[in-house]
C-alpha cells in the first residue's frame, strides 16, 4: 500500500516536494507512469541534476515510465536547460529533469515537458497527473520500453556559443560561482573556449552545497561571488542557480543587478542583431525594458509571469527573446526554452562591442529607474489574498488599472503590480517610481495598506 500522497507538492510548474518525506521512489515511479499515459509517449528523455537523492529518483522515474511502455533515453546527469534542448533537438515526445532548482538539499522533484520543450503546467499535465495518481486510476500500459543512454555536453557548448561571435569578445577578468550546482558541468568547457580569465568558485558538483545554497536570488549566497569580484578588480560576477537554468550577474563594484535592466541590456543585444524584433517581457518589470526595446525599433510585448506563458506568448509572436525579472531568459533560437547560459555570453559580447564595462551599460537605467524589487506579504488565506487584489484596484481607480496578472497600476510617475502567489496565500509587490525617494514613499504607502 503506497502512503499517504500530499497534493501540494503538485505546484503551478513543477512537482517538488521535501525528500524522502513527500517525494520518494516510489511516487517517482507513479508520477513515470501518469506522465507517459498522459503524453501517450513513444519516446522520452530523463535526466538529473546532483542532488544526492536525484539517481535514485531518476532510476524510479525511468522505470515507471519504462513500465508504462515509453522508451526512455538516458541523459545522465545534465543542467534544466540541457534536457529542454535535449528534447527539442532530437525532436523526442517529452522529457522529465529530476530537480528541486534552487531549494535546499532536502528538497527534490521534476520539471517535466512535452514535445519542443512545452512545460506542463497545473492548467495542463500536472494535475492530471495529480488526479490520476490521487485516484488511482493510471491505465495499463504497453509492452516494456527500451531504455538508452546519450550525452550531449558538447553539442550544448557548441549551441550555446553558435548566440555570439566569439571572436569578439575581450579578454575580461570574471568571477563565476556555480553554487556546487550544474552550472559546474557546463561552464569548464564552455568558458575555456573565449578569452577570459575566469575565477572559479564552488565548480564541484555537490548535492550537499558544502559553501552555500545554489539559490542567487538570495544576499547571503552571493556574498563569496560579490567579495571575490571586488578582490579581484573582475570586470563582473555571473552566478548560476542549482539546476543552471537561471544566471545572475554583478558588474564590477560588486553590486547585485536586477533581472529587469539585465532583461534590457538583452533587449539591446538582440535588437543590435535583429532590428525591429519582438520582445516579451513580464507584467512586474521596470519600464526600463520597454523603453530600450522602444529606443532599439523593437516591439515590447508585456505579459503574464510564469514560462509556460512566456514559451507560448512567444511562439503566438515569433518574439526573439523574453526576460522575466527572476532571471529565466527566453530565445526563439533555443527552441523558445529558457537557458542560463546564452544569457552570460550575450551580455559579454554587448561589453565587447560597445566597449563598456558593466557598470557602464548599466548607469543610464539605474539613473532614471528606481525599482524596489520584490516583496512578498504573507496573506491569512487565498479568499484575503483576492480581496486585497480587488481593494487595491479601487483605492487606485484614478489610475490605469489593469488585471493581467494580479492588480497592475500605472500613473505618470509611478507604477507597481501585486501578484499572487501561485502555490501559497502570498502577495508580490513590485513598484518603481522617478525617483528613488518617491520609490520608497509609494512602497511604504502599498505595503502599509497591504498589510492593514
Known sequence: MMKKIDPGIFKAYDIRGLYPGQLDEDLAYSIGRAYVAYLGAGRIAVSRDMRVSSPALAAAFTDG???????????????TDMLYYAVARDELDGGAQITASHNPKQYNGMKLVRRQALPLSGDAGISDIRTMILGDRIPDGAARGR?????????????????????????????????????GLVAPPLFDRLPCRTSRLCFDIDGTFPNHQANPLLEENRRDL??????????????????????????????????????????????????????????????????????????????????AFFKKRMREENAAFGGEVTGHYYFRNNFFADNGFIPALLILELM???????????????????ISGEINTEMADMS??????????????????????????????????VRPSNTEPLLRLNLEAETPEMMEQKRDEVLAFIRG
Open 147 to 183: 531504455r538508452t543512454e546519450a550525452r550531449l555536453l558538447d553539442d550544448y557548448v557548441d549551441h550555446v556559443l553558435s548566440f555570439i561571435d566569439p571572436a569578439v569578445i575581450r579578454p575580461f577578468n570574471l568571477v563565476l560561482d556555480a553554487g556546487s550546482g550544474m552550472g
Open 65 to 79: 515510465a519504462l513500465d508504462q511502455g515509453a522508451d526512455v533515453v538516458d541523459f545522465g546527469m545534465l543542467g
Open 226 to 307: 560579490v567579495e571575490r569580484v571586488v578582490a579581484d578588480g573582475a570586470d563582473a560576477g555571473v552566478a548560476w542557480d542549482g539546476d543552471a537554468d537561471r544566471c545572475f550577474f554583478v558588474d564590477g563594484d560588486g553590486e547585485f543587478i536586477a533581472g529587469d535592466f539585465i532583461t534590457a541590456l538583452l533587449a539591446e543585444a538582440f535588437l543590435r542583431k535583429e532590428p525591429g524584433a519582438a520582445i516579451v517581457y513580464d507584467v512586474r518589470a521596470s519600464y526600463a525594458v520597454k523603453d530600450t526595446v522602444a529606443a532599439g525599433g523593437g516591439v515590447a510585448l508585456m505579459n503574464r509571469v510564469g514560462h
Open 384 to 417: 484575503a489574498v483576492a480581496a486585497t487584489i480587488d481593494a487595491l484596484a479601487e483605492r487606485h481607480r484614478d489610475a490605469h488599472v489593469y488585471r493581467m496578472d494580479g492588480v497592475s497600476v500605472e500613473y505618470p510617475t509611478w507604477h507597481f503590480n
Open 352 to 370: 565587447s562591442v560597445k566597449r563598456r564595462t558593466l557598470s557602464e551599460l548599466l548607469a543610464p537605467l539605474r539613473e532614471k529607474y528606481f
